[in-house]
Structures are given as C-alpha cells and as structure tokens.
C-alpha cells in the first residue's frame, strides 16, 4: 500500500511535466504566420497575437510557443500593454472577429 508521502512524491512530479496545449497544431500555424510580419502589423495580427498571449500565459507547457509569441511582439517593438491597449481599440470597433464573406469561421477556443 502506497503512503501519503509516496502520492504527494508522484503528485509533486507530474506537476514539472509540461503539457500540450489541445490547440497547439492550430495555433503554431497562426503564430508561424505572426512570425513572418516584421513590421506594420494589421488589425487581425495584433489581436491573434493577444489572445494566444493569454492563451498560453501561465500554461504548463508549450515553451516553444510562448517564446516565439515574446518575438513577434519584440518584432513589433510592442509592449504586452501597448498591444493590449490597440486590441481594446480595435474590439471597440467590433470588426475583427466577424464572419468573412467566404462563410469562414472564427476560432474563440
């Protein structure tokens, strides 16, 4: 029979194992995309670049991607708070996430 000791031990462990994000096929081909924008960034790159920031921040896992989410804002020459100061001003507007033309959908996972 296992002690207490021995479960917080296994417990304790799996805790320093870094996890897949379910999204991280779909969103390393948004960052690939981020990445090749060096300057100018639209209305679209600036706002998938802030939800992926919140998305991984704190996640336990994922290093690749929370590295190159840092380059593409050093890139841009932004802050974490400028960015999210234009993305505030650019959901005001209420167009970013709309339905396209072509009947695409937006991906609020």
């Not at 296992?2 to 081909?29: C, G």
């Not at 100018?40 to 704190?58: H, Q, T």
């Amino acid at each position: 029979m296992a002690s207490q000791a021995d479960a917080d031990l296994t417990f304790m462990s799996n805790e320093n194992v870094d996890q897949k994000h379910p999204q991280n096929k779909k969103d390393r081909l948004t960052i690939d995309n981020l990445l090749q924008v060096q300057s100018d960034p639209g209305d679209r790159e600036l706002v998938e670049l802030a939800r992926l920031i919140i998305r991984y921040r704190n996640f336990p896992g994922a290093r690749d991607i929370q590295k190159d989410l840092t380059v593409a804002l050093d890139t841009w020459q932004l802050t974490e708070e400028e960015l999210y100061k234009k993305t505030r001003s650019i959901h005001a507007l209420g167009t970013v996430y709309r339905r396209t033309p072509s009947g695409e959908k937006q991906d609020w996972t």
